[in-house]
């Protein structure tokens, strides 16, 4: 997948929101993306910012979908990138592939749900990179898991069995928590630091039918809120981003009606936003909740000089 910004599937962060709503604004959701131009070999994005060299992420989630998209952006952005996911045998195979573009790349082999793999993955990411400058949250689930037919037939939360809900839970707010604790207290130390949640469309965290996924992912919006007024005093900023409709993920429900599918934004609209705010344009901006499909218009405005 180069930044030719083709849609991957996968199921790696917040892909299912908005399913079958198309946009308010009107027209395919994918129509718009190509509209407003979000191709990173376009002269319009290569101005959107600086090259990348030098900065270490850290993207969760990041073997497939959302998170994929994102870390390719940052690698191809000259980013060293450290992919962090369970440990998979597809872990192991897009990490080599990248490698096999000599881009600079490593993997970090973590379940976002234990805290002690999480403490010690963060430490260990800290020692072998000298640091860290950006954690990207993005490791989800989505309601395939507690529901596999959630499109056509939506149950109500009652019928939710709680091991299902806990296991949603653990990995969309708790993989947040315990993932920005262990970095937030690199950032502390270093005296820097940014942090990117991906979050989703209010609609969907009150979408009939979406219980669990739904509240874990306002949970993480309300954390993220949280995050970034207990960060400022630390010079540490956090910002959240959301495709802004239906993504191509491995959370997308296989009878999914073509007419809908058609409409699902590819993951790679994630790409942009994602590598701006690791950029020195980005520094300092904390508080933003960044709409994938609106990132042009976004940039734009805050480009322009203060009224």
Not at 142 to 150: A, E, K, L, Q, Y
Not at 191 to 211: C, I, L, P, Y
Not at 279 to 288: K, Y
Request: hydrophobic share 45%.
């Amino acid at each position: 997948m180069g930044l030719a910004w083709a849609g991957e599937t996968g199921d790696g962060g917040a892909g299912d929101g908005g399913l079958g709503n198309g946009s308010r604004r009107g027209g395919s959701a994918v129509g718009r993306a190509r509209e407003v131009g979000l191709n990173a070999r376009s002269p319009s994005y290569a101005r959107a910012v600086a090259e990348l060299a030098g900065v270490r992420a850290v993207v969760t989630g990041a073997t497939s979908g959302i998170g994929a998209a994102m870390a390719e952006a940052l690698l191809r952005t000259g980013a060293k990138v450290v992919i962090a996911a369970r440990p998979t045998p597809r872990l192991d195979e897009v990490v080599a592939r990248y490698r096999g573009e000599e881009l600079a790349v490593e993997a970090l082999a973590v379940d976002v749900r234990d805290p002690d793999q999480v403490e010690t993955a963060a430490a260990e990411v800290t020692s072998r990179l000298g640091g860290v400058d950006i954690v990207i949250n993005n490791a989800g689930i989505g309601m395939r898991t507690v529901n596999p037919r959630f499109f056509e037939d939506p149950r109500p939360f009652f019928e939710v069995a709680p091991a299902a809900f806990a296991d949603v839970v653990a990995t969309n707010l708790t993989g947040y928590f315990l993932v920005a604790r262990a970095f937030a207290r690199v950032f502390v130390e270093q005296g820097r630091g940014r942090f990117v949640n991906v979050s989703m469309n209010h609609e969907t965290m009150r979408r009939r039918g979406f219980v669990p996924y739904g509240p874990s992912r306002a949970g993480a919006e309300a954390l993220s809120l949280i995050m970034t007024e207990d960060m400022r005093p630390y010079g540490v900023t956090v910002n959240m981003v959301l495709p802004g409709g239906a993504t191509v993920t491995g959370m997308i429900p296989d009878e999914l009606p073509e007419a809908a599918r058609a409409r699902l934004l590819p993951a790679s609209i994630m790409g942009p936003p994602a590598v701006f705010l690791a950029s020195a344009e980005a520094e300092g901006l904390t508080g933003e909740r960044i709409v994938a499909t609106e990132f042009p218009a976004w940039l734009e405005r805050f480009r322009s000089p203060s009224a």
